[in-house]
């Protein structure tokens, strides 16, 4: 079963030496699920671009080839 909250959120990305966001997004929840889902146009609105899939490699667009973020 899925909830999904009323109003919608504002969501950034913080990392030591950036922040991107707001992007507004709508919040859906699933009392089993271990870890958080992003979807592509969240991803996207924050400008993040993904590496590797399985190992939660990424980084925002204008840093490809030159940084990459670990997700925890």
Do not use: Q, T
């Not at 707001?22 to 929840?29: C, S, W």
Request: charged share 30%; proline share 3%.
């Amino acid at each position: 079963m899925l909830l999904r909250y009323r109003d919608a959120v504002n969501v950034w990305v913080v990392e030591e030496d950036r922040v991107e966001g707001p992007v507004r997004a709508h919040v859906l929840a699933s009392l089993r699920a271990l870890y958080p889902l992003l979807n592509d146009k969240l991803l996207g609105g924050l400008g993040i671009a993904l590496i590797d899939f399985a190992e939660g490699v990424w980084c925002f667009r204008d840093e490809l080839g030159r940084r990459e973020h670990r997700s925890w």
